[in-house]
């Protein structure tokens, strides 16, 4: 396990990516944006991961422990009893300690809520101490939610993907600075097709809470770097996203989605929903329903930032929890029937 190889992985898993060219893409899209941001995601990166392998090391000696003192109860139990079978649980502890967890942070995956909140925190307070201490404080949050879900029974089918960094800096957002209805920079208007291109984008940027062409770019060039399936549906979810801000959505308007923050939760389902968890059915499933689950998630952005919470990743979470939830239902229900034969 490399610590350092890990945060920078991180930087890739904010897209759910796990190589090299979409991490180090990504780190120069938030350098475009501001050096700050990239250097306040690799220090989230490391305080998620940091504190992910603190907690899994207590957890650790706490299991230890208990089957030591199994081990002793064994041993003053009448013959017949099996003292193999604390050896066995033992030695999988073991494994386990010293290569699913380290394997984990060595792919980023303990580390990209911390390096959005990272992020988050350049973009509410600048470059300083409040900066600082937020992201240490909201990175060491999300590694305790991700290490407290399973001992919540959250449902092994649904992963977190940034619902921790959404919760805690949705959380930090209320409490520390207000949130703006209409956040993002404001960009001149020009022809249709140039706006909707632009706009789309931009919305590649804006995962990473950026919103320039050139960052767009940058995600982009990630993206295909990491494979052209990947890098298609991202281009199409980012375009889905922005062509329905530019239908006109009620309430909504063309200025949010020539921002491009109509099209970086519908980018993330549809890397999502197409590549990452992509579905068994038909070719028409395959396709439509990330398509379809991107356009959702505009409608769903407008009634999160019309209510005075800051949206950040919250339509690509919800609504790829949804379609995967339904899945998994579908998944069960089809299961039982088949029992049932």
């Not at 988050?120 to 409040?130: D, R």
């Not at 998630?297 to 939830?325: D, E, Q, R, S």
Request: charged share 10%.
């Amino acid at each position: 396990m490399n610590f350092l190889r890990g945060i920078v992985r991180a930087q890739g898993q904010i897209f759910l990516q796990a190589g090299w060219g979409p991490a180090l893409f990504a780190l120069a899209a938030m350098t475009v944006a501001s050096p700050w941001f990239a250097l306040a995601a690799l220090a989230g990166a490391a305080v998620q991961a940091g504190c992910a392998l603190a907690l899994a090391g207590r957890d650790d000696a706490r299991g230890l422990h208990r089957l030591r003192e199994g081990g002793n109860r064994a041993r003053r139990r009448p013959l017949g009893h099996d003292p193999e079978s604390s050896r066995v649980d033992a030695k999988a502890l073991a494994r386990n300690r010293s290569g699913v967890i380290p394997a984990e942070v060595d792919q980023g995956l303990h580390g990209f809520n911390g390096a959005l909140t990272g992020c988050a925190a350049v973009l509410a307070c600048g470059p300083g101490i409040p900066a600082a201490l937020w992201t240490l404080a909201g990175s060491a949050v999300c590694a305790l939610i991700v290490w407290g879900a399973p001992k919540l029974s959250w449902p092994a089918s649904l992963p977190l993907l940034t619902g921790p960094f959404c919760l805690a800096n949705s959380i930090a957002v209320a409490v520390a600075v207000p949130f703006e209805r209409t956040p993002g920079a404001v960009v001149p208007l020009g022809s249709p097709v140039h706006d909707v291109l632009a706009g789309a984008v931009r919305g590649a940027h804006q995962v990473i809470l950026g919103g320039s062409v050139l960052g767009g770019l940058l995600v982009l060039a990630g993206m295909f770097a990491a494979g052209w399936r990947a890098g298609v549906w991202a281009a199409a979810g980012t375009m889905v996203g922005t062509l329905v801000g530019f239908v006109g959505f009620v309430g909504i308007g063309q200025g949010p989605a020539a921002s491009g923050l109509l099209g970086y939760g519908a980018l993330l389902v549809t890397v999502a929903l197409g590549v990452a968890f992509p579905s068994r059915g038909s070719r028409i499933l395959r396709i439509g329903v990330p398509l379809l689950a991107a356009a959702v998630t505009v409608p769903l952005w407008w009634a999160i930032t019309a209510v005075g919470v800051a949206p950040y990743t919250w339509p690509f979470v919800l609504v790829t929890w949804t379609v995967l939830a339904l899945r998994s239902r579908q998944w069960r229900a089809g299961e039982a029937r088949h029992d049932e034969r």
